[in-house]
């Protein structure tokens, strides 16, 4: 059985971190891209980092260069998001998703592998 699941998530201040990890099981993870994608209430999904099976890092979101940083280890099959500076607007359901082939999506239909998401608010 596929699963990814996340967690990490939690109520924290303005300007503070959290790290998201993203566990994955019943797939062969080292050769995936893996992404997080996120979706803040009554807003569409917003594609926020992808980062090849290699480790190199493809892709972040505008709103979040030079705060979040995407890596992995895959002998432990996980992904994680180190998310700094949070502020108000990154309060969002975050998703891990999974694809053999690189893609930049933020479309759950474009993933192989979706997990249950964790909740992150940043609120005072």
């Known amino acids: 059985e596929v699963q990814l699941v996340e967690s990490g998530g939690g109520l924290v201040q303005p300007g503070g971190s959290l790290r998201l990890s993203c566990a994955a099981s019943?797939?062969?993870?080292?050769?995936?891209?893996m992404s997080w994608v996120r979706q803040a209430p009554g807003k569409g999904p917003e594609l926020v980092a992808t980062?090849?099976?290699?480790?190199?890092?493809?892709y972040y979101a505008d709103s979040v260069k030079g705060r979040f940083t995407i890596s992995r280890d895959n002998a432990k099959n996980t992904v994680y998001l180190r998310m700094n500076s949070l502020k108000p607007g990154d309060t969002a359901v975050y998703y891990c998703?999974?694809?053999?082939?690189?893609?930049?999506?933020?479309?759950?239909?474009?993933?192989?592998?979706w997990g249950q998401g964790t909740q992150v608010t940043v609120s005072s």
């Open positions: 998703a999974a694809r053999a082939a690189l893609l930049y999506s933020r479309s759950r239909d474009d993933y192989d592998y």
């Open positions: 019943g797939f062969t993870f080292g050769s995936y891209a």
């Open positions: 980062i090849r099976s290699t480790g190199a890092v493809t």
